[in-house]
C-alpha cells in the first residue's frame, strides 16, 4: 500500500514538471518570435529614423525615395485610434454589464450575444472595411477621417466587450450580494464593481488599441489616404499601416527600409499607450 502511494506521488510530480517544463518552453518560443521580429524591424529600421521622418510631411515623390516623413500618418493613426477607442468603450461597457448583471445569468439571450461576439472577433478586418465602404456609398459620404473612426470601432468593439465580459465573469458574487445587502442602487453597485475591475478593463482596451491602430484593410476603403494633416473628421486621413503598406511595395531598398522604421514607430506608440494605460489603471484603482 504504502509503495502504491508511493508511485502515485512520484507518477503526479513527474506530470506536473513535464507540464511545467512544456509552459516554459511555450513562454520561451512566444518570447523567442517577440525578439526575432523585434530585432528585424530594428536591424532594418533604425538607420532609416530620424528626427525629420517623424517630424516633417512627405514631399513630392516620398514614397520613390523623396525627402519628408510620416508626420501625417503618425497623426492621423493616433485621431483615428483614440476616436474608435472612445466610441468602442462607450458602447462595450455597457453591453458587458448589461450582459452579466443585468440579464439573467445563463439566460439565452446573454448567451446569443456572447456567441454573436465571437463570430464578430472573427471576421476579417478586410469585411469590416467593405462594409464601412458600402455604408458610406449608401450615404454619400467620401473616404474621410470620420469614416475610418467607425469602421476600426466597429473592429475593435467585439473584442472589447469579450475581454471585458471575461474579466466581469470573475468577479465574485458575494461582492454583488454584499453590495446589495448594504442598500446600495444597481447604478451604485456597477459603479463598485468598475472601479475594482479597473486593471482588466485596461487589459481590453489595450488589446482592442492594438488591433485597431495595426490594421490596414478596414481604413484603405473607409479613411483614404493624404500627404497632409486631417483639420476635420471629413478629411481622409493617413495612418501608419498604410505607410507601411505603400513604402514595402516600392522596389528601393531606401524606402523599404523607411517601411521598417515605420513600423518600428508603430511599436513604440503601442508600448508608450500600454505602458501609460497601465499606470493610469493602477493609480486610479
Given at each position: 500500500m504504502?509503495?502504491?502511494?508511493?508511485?502515485r506521488?512520484?507518477?503526479?510530480?513527474?506530470t506536473?514538471q513535464?507540464?511545467?517544463?512544456?509552459m516554459?518552453?511555450?513562454?520561451l518560443?512566444?518570447?523567442?518570435?517577440?525578439a526575432?521580429?523585434?530585432?528585424?524591424?530594428?536591424?532594418?529600421?533604425?538607420?532609416?529614423l530620424?528626427?525629420?521622418?517623424?517630424?516633417?510631411?512627405?514631399?513630392?515623390?516620398?514614397?520613390?525615395?523623396g525627402?519628408?516623413?510620416?508626420?501625417n500618418?503618425?497623426?492621423?493613426?493616433?485621431l483615428?485610434?483614440?476616436?474608435?477607442?472612445?466610441?468602442a468603450?462607450?458602447?462595450?461597457?455597457p453591453?458587458?454589464?448589461?450582459?452579466?448583471f443585468?440579464?439573467?445569468?445563463?439566460g439565452?439571450f446573454?448567451n446569443?450575444?456572447r456567441?454573436?461576439?465571437?463570430?464578430?472577433?472573427?471576421?476579417?478586418?478586410?469585411?469590416y472595411?467593405?462594409?464601412g465602404?458600402?455604408?458610406?456609398?449608401?450615404?454619400?459620404?467620401?473616404?474621410?477621417?470620420?469614416g475610418?473612426?467607425?469602421?476600426?470601432?466597429?473592429?475593435?468593439l467585439?473584442?472589447?466587450?469579450?475581454?471585458?465580459?471575461?474579466?466581469?465573469?470573475?468577479?465574485?458574487?458575494?461582492?454583488?450580494?454584499?453590495l446589495?445587502?448594504?442598500?446600495?442602487?444597481?447604478?451604485?453597485?456597477?459603479?463598485?464593481?468598475?472601479?475594482?475591475?479597473?486593471?482588466?478593463?485596461?487589459s481590453?482596451i489595450?488589446?482592442?488599441?492594438?488591433?485597431?491602430?495595426?490594421d490596414?484593410?478596414?481604413?484603405?476603403?473607409?479613411?483614404?489616404?493624404?500627404?497632409?494633416?486631417?483639420?476635420?473628421?471629413?478629411?481622409?486621413?493617413?495612418?501608419?499601416?498604410?505607410?507601411?503598406?505603400?513604402?514595402?511595395?516600392?522596389?528601393?531598398?531606401?524606402v523599404q527600409?523607411?517601411?521598417?522604421?515605420?513600423?518600428?514607430?508603430?511599436?513604440i506608440?503601442?508600448?508608450?499607450?500600454?505602458?501609460?494605460?497601465?499606470?493610469?489603471?493602477?493609480?486610479?484603482?
Amino acid at each position: 500500500m504504502i509503495k502504491t502511494k508511493y508511485q502515485r506521488l512520484t507518477k503526479r510530480y513527474l506530470t506536473e514538471q513535464i507540464m511545467l517544463m512544456v509552459m516554459r518552453l511555450a513562454a520561451l518560443a512566444i518570447l523567442s518570435v517577440l525578439a526575432f521580429i523585434l530585432y528585424t524591424i530594428a536591424a532594418k529600421g533604425l538607420k532609416s529614423l530620424s528626427w525629420e521622418m517623424v517630424s516633417s510631411l512627405p514631399e513630392g515623390g516620398y514614397y520613390l525615395g523623396g525627402s519628408g516623413g510620416i508626420a501625417n500618418a503618425i497623426i492621423g493613426s493616433l485621431l483615428m485610434i483614440s476616436g474608435s477607442a472612445i466610441i468602442a468603450i462607450l458602447i462595450s461597457l455597457p453591453i458587458a454589464f448589461c450582459i452579466n448583471f443585468i440579464l439573467k445569468k445563463g439566460g439565452w439571450f446573454g448567451n446569443i450575444a456572447r456567441f454573436s461576439m465571437d463570430i464578430l472577433f472573427g471576421i476579417p478586418s478586410i469585411v469590416y472595411g467593405a462594409f464601412g465602404f458600402l455604408i458610406m456609398v449608401w450615404l454619400g459620404l467620401q473616404a474621410s477621417l470620420l469614416g475610418g473612426i467607425i469602421a476600426v470601432a466597429f473592429l475593435i468593439l467585439p473584442i472589447m466587450v469579450r475581454a471585458i465580459d471575461e474579466v466581469l465573469i470573475m468577479v465574485p458574487s458575494d461582492l454583488k450580494e454584499s453590495l446589495q445587502s448594504l442598500g446600495a442602487t444597481r447604478y451604485e453597485m456597477m459603479k463598485v464593481i468598475l472601479k475594482s475591475i479597473l486593471p482588466g478593463v485596461g487589459s481590453a482596451i489595450m488589446l482592442a488599441i492594438g488591433r485597431g491602430i495595426g490594421d490596414a484593410a478596414t481604413v484603405l476603403f473607409t479613411a483614404g489616404y493624404t500627404d497632409s494633416i486631417p483639420t476635420s473628421v471629413n478629411d481622409p486621413a493617413a495612418t501608419l499601416p498604410l505607410a507601411i503598406f505603400f513604402q514595402l511595395s516600392s522596389p528601393m531598398e531606401e524606402v523599404q527600409n523607411r517601411a521598417y522604421a515605420a513600423a518600428l514607430i508603430l511599436t513604440i506608440i503601442v508600448l508608450i499607450i500600454s505602458l501609460s494605460t497601465r499606470q493610469l489603471t493602477r493609480r486610479i484603482k
